[in-house]
């Protein structure tokens, strides 16, 4: 009998010091994720989105002990828009004219009524847009110089007049947001011998090739240079401003609150020129998007090398 007790206790003592150990690891562990604190940021599919997301989370873990997962790369802005809203992710960033227009569908203005707009409605649904980083990654259209010259083009109104005798490649979503294509043709009347979705970098190569004869275009897209696009006016003003910033859970800064202080560190610290560089370094020179992300944040002095 004493043997059984005594191995019931030798026991009972190993179960409770490994449960114990188990207590102490889990607080080393959040001590090492900051408090416990460990966030999700993502991105979309573009090269600028994900350099964004990177500076980001370099900022966070340079600044802070909370612990980032990084999950570039998700998709287009809805599926983006979604993994925040499920609490996939905590953070990523957008664009005023995104959220307004294509998210709650409702109708945009300036840079400052976009802004203020973006915070109203995304408050109710407990998200939060902070500073904005500095830059208006507007849409816009672009054809190659050889068929400005041909159609005599330099605005939208322009192009909606020989629509008919062109092809159109642009991304997948800007097929059906309400702020692409189907807006577009519904102001300017145009009607394209035919409109094809394709991914982002695919739609360089297509005007390049002749495949198609319009794309869609962001303002600080490199590829713009590199392929010698010539891009329109949209004289109706039909794009509204696309100031990119970092687009929050509002439970989670209430949870990490230092997390606003940090991001907005960002706030003006690129301009449209300085991100078109940055673009370019990724899809012409061929170098890393995380690695980019960090030497800029070097060279602006807000974080160790």
């Not at 802070?64 to 828009?81: E, F, M, P, Y």
């Not at 394209?192 to 090739?209: P, S, T, V």
């Not at 301009?271 to 992300?293: F, G, I, P, S």
Request: some cysteine.
């Amino acid at each position: 009998m004493k043997i059984k007790k005594l191995t019931t206790y030798l026991l009972f003592t190993v179960m409770l010091g490994t449960l114990l150990a188990g207590c102490g690891s889990g607080k080393n562990n959040e001590a090492a994720a900051g408090n416990g604190g460990e966030i999700t940021i993502g991105s979309k599919n573009f090269t600028e989105n994900v350099l964004l997301a990177h500076m980001m989370a370099d900022l966070i873990e340079d600044k802070s002990d909370i612990k980032v997962k990084r999950q570039v790369n998700l998709g287009g802005s809805n599926v983006a828009w979604t993994a925040l809203e499920n609490n996939d992710i905590q953070l990523y960033p957008d664009y005023t004219g995104t959220i307004v227009a294509n998210y709650y569908q409702e109708k945009t203005g300036t840079s400052a009524e976009s802004l203020a707009k973006s915070r109203e409605l995304m408050k109710a649904d407990g998200l939060a847009f902070l500073e904005p980083i500095g830059f208006n990654n507007t849409y816009t259209l672009a054809v190659s110089k050889e068929t400005a010259a041909k159609y005599k083009l330099k605005t939208f109104s322009d192009l909606a007049k020989v629509s008919a005798d062109m092809v159109l490649g642009v991304e997948f979503e800007f097929l059906d947001r309400e702020d692409g294509y189907p807006g577009i043709k519904k102001l300017y009347g145009m009607n394209f011998k035919e409109a094809k979705g394709m991914d982002h970098g695919i739609m360089y190569r297509a005007i390049e090739d002749g495949e198609t004869d319009v794309t869609n275009a962001y303002a600080t897209d490199a590829q713009i240079k590199v392929h010698n696009l010539v891009i329109l006016e949209d004289d109706k003003q039909f794009f509204p401003p696309y100031d990119a910033g970092p687009v929050i859970r509002q439970d989670t800064l209430d949870k990490y609150p230092e997390l606003e202080a940090i991001l907005n560190q960002m706030s003006g610290l690129i301009t449209a020129e300085e991100m078109q560089a940055l673009n370019a370094q990724v899809d012409v020179d061929a170098l890393k998007e995380q690695d980019v992300a960090h030497d800029f944040l070097v060279k602006k002095g807000l974080i160790k090398g």
